[in-house]
């Protein structure tokens, strides 16, 4: 009976070591510098079926600012856009099959889980027009984004190849992303220098003296 039970002891800390496998990636520039809240993501190359990623996003609106101002999700996911703020803010997307448009009043949230296009979401305010954020939609669940020491860790749950592919909106190259072939396991940290120059982000600040619509 004692080597029953330590038999399947064996087999629990197997299945949960597996389950906790983590693919870490650092991203760093052309002089190796870390590169903060970059999207990554691995898309299968081998016939697997993954488990679905169905976490809520949630995108803030703060001291009239996306916070945070690049967010990612699994297709077929919800976000929920929270106004912090004590003003209204008129939310919006302008193109493509996610565009949308809603207002939001101050602390109020609204979920969205209508997307029907991958890619890229532009977002900005109608009222706040400094205002901008990014939501960036996947089609596989192993997604993160990089820390501030330019570090993303990634629950991987199949061995085999995949796509690797890291994007952000200032990314000066068509489709602001970049993709390399890996094959996982790989060793515990994979190192990825990106070799396009990343655009200077622009602050979510107004720029006038005075805000004619700040009680809105």
Same mark, same amino acid.
């Given at each position: +009976? ?5 038999? #399947? ?6 299945? !949960?070591?597996? %389950? ?8 760093? !520039?052309?002089?190796?510098?870390? &590169?903060?809240? +970059? ?5 299968? &190359? ?13 995108? $803030? ?11 990612? +999700? ?18 919006? *997307? =302008? ?9 939001? /009043? ?12 991958? $890619?890229?979401?532009?977002? $900005?305010?109608?009222?706040? !027009? ?25 629950? +991987? =749950?199949?061995? $085999?190849?995949? /796509? &690797?592919?890291? #994007? ?7 489709? @602001?992303?970049? *993709?390399?072939?890996?094959?996982? =396991?790989? *060793? ?7 070799? @396009?120059?990343? %655009? ?8 006038? !003296?005075?805000?004619?619509? *700040?009680?809105?």
């Amino acid at each position: +009976m004692r080597f029953f039970c330590f038999t #399947w002891l064996l087999v629990l800390f197997s299945f !949960d070591t597996v %389950a906790t496998s983590d693919f870490e990636v650092k991203l760093v !520039d052309v002089n190796n510098e870390p &590169l903060t809240d +970059m999207v990554v993501f691995l898309q299968p &190359l081998d016939d697997v079926v993954l488990p679905v990623n169905n976490k809520v996003v949630e995108i $803030g609106q703060l001291d009239r600012a996306f916070t945070p101002y690049i967010s990612v +999700m699994q297709l077929g996911s919800a976000a929920t856009f929270q106004n912090q703020d004590d003003i209204t803010h008129h939310i919006y *997307s =302008p193109v493509g099959e996610n565009k949308f448009s809603f207002k939001i /009043r101050a602390g109020q949230s609204q979920i969205k889980n209508d997307f029907q296009q991958l $890619g890229e979401v532009a977002m $900005g305010c109608n009222i706040h !027009d400094w205002m901008s954020g990014y939501l960036y939609i996947v089609d596989t669940p192993l997604f993160g984004k990089t820390n501030n020491q330019g570090i993303a860790s990634i629950v +991987m =749950p199949h061995e $085999g190849k995949y /796509r &690797l592919v890291v #994007w952000h909106p200032q990314m000066k190259v068509e489709g @602001h992303s970049v *993709s390399k072939t890996l094959t996982w =396991p790989t *060793s515990q940290q994979f190192t990825f220098k990106v070799p @396009h120059k990343i %655009a200077k982000i622009s602050k979510q600040e107004n720029e006038e !003296d005075f805000d004619f619509l *700040s009680d809105y």
